[in-house]
C-alpha cells in the first residue's frame, strides 16, 4: 500500500513525527503537498472537500487505502504495527501511544513558548508573554518531562537503550526528533541540561544512526529547521 | 472486572472525561483518591513507587487487572470497545480515537486561557496575559472547534445526533462535559456563540437525559465546577 501524507511543505512540524516513521520502516509513502504536480492545493482541496466521510480538524493527516487518519499520534497508532515499529500486543501498544501522547503535550509546550497568547499572532506581537513562557518552560517544564523519559529509559530491561524495553519503536523515534528540535531551539539550555539525561541522550544517538533514518537526515527530503515550525531559535528565549 | 480510576479528588479537570463513560455504561469501578481509606495517599504512593512498570507522567490514570494505563484520550482508547461505547471496528475507533484527541487539544487551549504562562504560578500572576490569550480563544478558537465538530454532526446520517453516526459513543459524553465546561467557563460568551450550533446544544442535551448520566449528574459523585479545575468562570475572561 501507498501511504499519502499530507502536511505542510515547508516545516518539519508534526508531521515529522510521521515522516520518521515512514522512512525508518522503508514504507512506500508520498508526502503530497511537497510533490510538484499536486502540492499545497491538492492539501487544500482535500481539507475543504465536503465529500470526505471523516474530515481533519487539521494536518497532518495520512490517507491509506480508503481511510483518513489524522492527528499525529493517532496516525502512529496505526501505522506502528504495520510497519513493525511497535509490538503487535495490546498492552505495549497502550504503552506506546500513552508515550506518545506524553510527548505531544510537551511538544505543544514547546510551540507555546514562542506562541503563549495565539497560533494565529506573529511572534514578534508576542514577545513579552513569549519570554515568561519560555522563562518558565525552560526552568520547570523541561527537565520535568527529560526526568520521565530519563526514568523509563532506566526501567527498560539493562542494556536494551529503547522507551518499549526490547527493540526500537516509534516513539524512540519521536524522542529523537524532540530532543533534535529542543537542541535547535535551546541550544544553551540543553548543553545544560543534558549530561543529567545520558540514557536520553544515547537514544538520540542510536536513532540518528539507524541506516534508513541516517540516509534520509542527510538527504534532501529532511526539511531543515526554521523559524516556521514548531521548534524555532529566538536566542532571547534560551533562558 | 473492578476499574480502578485515579484522579484528583476535587476536581472534574481531565479525569471526568473518563468518569463519564465509566457512569454512563454502569461499569464496576472505584475513584481512587476519592475513597475514605485509601485517598490521595494511595494516589501519590502510586506515582511515586518504583515498581510500577508503566509509570504515568500524571493522571488521570486507571487500573485495570493488571494494566496501568495513563493518557485521557488513552484511557478511553482502552475502555471504549470494552464498555461498549464505540463500535468494535478499527476505521470507526481510529475515528472516535481523532475526535477525542481534537477534543484535549480543545480542551487544553481552555485550559491556556486562565495559565497561558504556566501551570505552575497563580492565575493571580498572570491575569494580564490570560486576559489576552482568552480574548484570542473567545474570538477565534471557540468558534473554530464548534464549527468543526457542528460540521461533523452535519455530515451524520440524518437525525441520529451523535457524532460517530448511529449511536452514541465516549466521544459524545466528552463533547457534553465540554460544553458544559465552557458554559460554566465563558456564559456571555457560549449564550451569544449557541444558536449557531444547535447540532451540538442537541447532543449536549441529549446526553444529559440519558438515565444513568442523568442520575450521576445529581448525584454526590457528580464534582461541581469550580476554580481548580479546568473550566475555570474569572467574568474578565468572558469577552
Do not use: C
Amino acid at each position: 500500500m501507498r501511504y499519502e501524507l499530507y502536511y505542510w511543505p515547508e516545516i518539519q512540524g508534526r508531521g515529522e513525527f510521521v515522516r520518521l516513521a515512514l522512512e525508518d520502516s522503508g514504507a512506500d509513502y508520498v508526502d503530497v503537498a511537497r510533490l510538484p504536480k499536486r502540492g499545497m492545493a491538492a492539501m487544500m482541496r482535500f481539507m475543504e472537500s465536503r465529500s470526505v466521510e471523516h474530515p481533519p480538524f487539521a494536518p497532518p493527516f495520512l490517507k491509506a487505502g480508503k481511510l483518513v487518519i489524522a492527528q499525529t499520534a493517532n496516525i502512529l497508532l496505526y501505522l506502528g504495527p504495520r510497519l513493525r515499529l511497535v509490538p503487535r500486543n495490546e498492552a505495549t501498544r497502550l504503552w506506546a501511544h500513552q508515550l506518545q501522547l506524553t510527548i505531544a503535550d510537551w511538544v505543544g509546550e514547546v510551540h507555546d513558548t514562542h506562541h503563549p497568547i495565539s497560533g494565529g499572532l506573529y511572534y514578534e506581537d508576542q514577545k513579552r508573554e513569549a519570554k515568561r513562557r519560555a522563562g518558565e518552560f525552560t526552568a520547570e517544564r523541561l527537565s520535568k518531562f527529560l526526568d520521565y523519559f530519563e526514568g523509563i529509559l532506566k526501567l527498560a530491561p539493562k542494556g536494551s537503550g529503547y522507551l518499549l524495553g526490547k527493540s526500537v519503536s516509534y516513539v524512540d523515534l519521536s524522542m529523537f526528533q524532540t530532543i533534535a528540535g529542543l537542541r535547535y531551539a535551546f541550544p544553551r539550555r540543553m548543553a545544560m541540561l543534558e549530561p543529567k539525561y545520558p540514557r536520553i541522550v544515547a537514544l538520540h544517538d542510536r536513532v540518528a544512526a539507524r541506516p534508513r533514518l541516517a540516509a534520509y537526515l542527510s538527504s534532501p527530503r529532511r526539511l531543515a529547521f526554521n523559524q516556521e515550525g514548531i521548534f524555532r531559535h529566538y536566542p532571547e528565549l534560551d533562558g
